[in-house]
């Protein structure tokens, strides 16, 4: 499976499950830890729980494995690293401080429905 037919995955995992606001950022042209960064939110801790499982256990059956998940017991911002694509759910207040997008805008913004 290529990055970016994992990406798509990956949001529609976050899709199926009423993630907010799902932005995916190609950065594979400005870093080499991965080549697609995908920022959402959640409403609330449960959800942000949901959203991260979700994503994993349908990576999982498209044989897509998990190499590290972080922040998942807080679910304030939860991070899972599938390799070349690197998958970022957050609650709306951590969404607005860390700003991603922002610090990642040397990276090119896509519409998940191009990927």
């Known amino acids: 499976m290529t990055s970016s037919e994992t990406a798509k995955l990956a949001v529609t995992a976050l899709e199926d499950k009423k993630a907010e606001d799902?932005?995916?950022?190609?950065?594979?042209?400005?870093?080499?830890?991965?080549?697609?960064f995908i920022i959402a939110n959640g409403t609330n801790r449960s959800q942000i729980q949901t959203l991260s499982d979700h994503v994993e256990e349908t990576l999982g059956r498209?044989?897509?494995?998990?190499?590290?998940?972080?922040?998942?017991?807080?679910?304030?911002?939860?991070?899972?690293?599938?390799?070349?694509?690197?998958?970022?759910?957050?609650?709306?207040?951590n969404r607005l401080f860390y700003d991603?997008?922002?610090?990642?805008?040397?990276?090119?913004?896509?519409?998940?429905?191009?990927?």
């Open 22 to 36: 799902i932005r995916v950022i190609d950065i594979s042209e400005v870093s080499v830890i991965a080549d697609y």
């Open 62 to 93: 498209a044989g897509v494995p998990l190499k590290q998940a972080e922040g998942y017991d807080s679910a304030n911002w939860v991070l899972l690293d599938f390799r070349d694509v690197i998958v970022h759910i957050f609650d709306r207040e």
């Open 100 to 115: 991603l997008e922002r610090i990642w805008r040397d990276g090119k913004l896509i519409e998940p429905d191009e990927l």
